[in-house]
């Protein structure tokens, strides 16, 4: 029985048919739920196994990316995701997703206590980065990230620079092995901008909870989900994953 994952939209997000569709070519069910329906039906988020924020603006990012929508779910939403999981189900977010699952504090989520620690804000550079960039696996301990070690996905974003409250949680991320995600070269030299685009502390692009249950990351997998899509395959650039393999791995995990 293929898992089933529910993808929220609505109020500027824009990247849930590509989600969808990376799910679907995954081996799972996916369904683009808007957060008012799920928000008057809350029990149907029950049926799920796999909850997606994707990528986009909510609210125009007119207050602080991700905040509105976050709030949202937070004061309509918040037991029920919390409850979702705790049963390890997964959970994902991406770029906006990312930033809506920080201000929720469902990562890092020290102690499983949901206190945003972490945030992301403006890009070094002062502008909307959209380019693609290498990844290394920090820690492959997530369901969401078995088997991997390196990705080379696309990021489009303004705010993607991931700051810590203080350097504690920095230490603890590490620590944990909450550090999923880091920017890096194709070639090993030390990383700057544009490798990492948007100047995020020890170069990160995604962390989770203690669990691993529960990924946010900057790129965008979703958007390379066949090596067609790599911007330079018509030359024969041939990676060994795509972003396609994150969501196989949600799909495994349930097998």
């Given at each position: 029985?293929?898992?089933?994952?529910?993808?929220?939209?609505?109020?500027?997000?824009?990247?849930?048919?590509?989600?969808?569709?990376?799910?679907?070519?995954a081996g799972a069910e996916g369904?683009?739920?808007?957060?008012?329906?799920?928000?008057?039906?809350?029990?149907?988020?029950?049926?799920?196994?796999?909850?997606?924020?994707?990528?986009?603006?909510?609210?125009?990012?007119?207050?602080?990316?991700?905040?509105?929508?976050?709030?949202?779910?937070?004061?309509?939403?918040?037991?029920?995701?919390?409850?979702?999981?705790?049963?390890?189900?997964?959970?994902?977010?991406?770029?906006?997703?990312?930033?809506?699952?920080?201000?929720?504090?469902?990562?890092?989520?020290?102690?499983?206590?949901?206190?945003?620690?972490?945030?992301?804000?403006?890009?070094?550079?002062?502008?909307?980065?959209?380019?693609?960039?290498?990844?290394?696996?920090?820690?492959?301990?997530?369901?969401?990230?078995?088997?991997?070690?390196?990705?080379?996905?696309?990021?489009?974003?303004?705010?993607?620079?991931?700051?810590?409250?203080?350097?504690?949680?920095?230490?603890?991320?590490?620590?944990?092995?909450?550090?999923?995600l880091r920017y890096t070269t194709?070639?090993?030299?030390?990383?700057?901008?544009p490798a990492n685009p948007n100047?995020?502390?020890?170069?990160?692009?995604?962390?989770?909870?203690?669990?691993?249950?529960?990924?946010?990351?900057?790129?965008?997998?979703?958007?390379?989900?066949?090596?067609?899509?790599?911007?330079?395959?018509?030359?024969?650039?041939?990676?060994?994953?795509?972003?396609?393999?994150?969501?196989?791995?949600?799909?495994?995990?349930?097998?």
């Open positions: 029985m293929k898992p089933k994952a529910l993808i929220l939209t609505g109020y500027g997000i824009n990247a849930e048919k590509e989600l969808k569709w990376a799910f679907d070519l369904t683009i739920v808007h957060l008012e329906d799920l928000i008057e039906n809350k029990k149907m988020i029950n049926d799920y196994q796999i909850l997606g924020f994707p990528g986009g603006f909510s609210f125009g990012d007119h207050i602080a990316s991700g905040k509105v929508f976050a709030n949202l779910v937070k004061y309509n939403l918040f037991e029920e995701v919390k409850n979702f999981i705790a049963a390890d189900k997964l959970v994902i977010g991406i770029c906006n997703g990312f930033q809506v699952i920080t201000k929720l504090g469902l990562v890092p989520s020290f102690d499983n206590s949901y206190e945003p620690v972490v945030s992301l804000i403006d890009n070094d550079s002062g502008k909307f980065e959209d380019r693609w960039v290498y990844l290394d696996v920090e820690n492959d301990k997530s369901p969401w990230l078995k088997g991997l070690k390196k990705l080379y996905v696309p990021v489009r974003h303004g705010e993607g620079k991931l700051v810590a409250r203080d350097n504690d949680v920095l230490e603890r991320l590490k620590k944990n092995g909450q550090v999923a194709a070639d090993g030299s030390p990383v700057e901008y100047g995020s502390v020890y170069d990160i692009a995604g962390i989770t909870n203690e669990k691993g249950n529960v990924l946010g990351l900057m790129p965008h997998p979703e958007a390379y989900i066949s090596k067609e899509l790599h911007p330079r395959w018509t030359e024969g650039i041939v990676d060994e994953h795509t972003g396609l393999d994150i969501f196989k791995n949600a799909v495994a995990y349930f097998k």
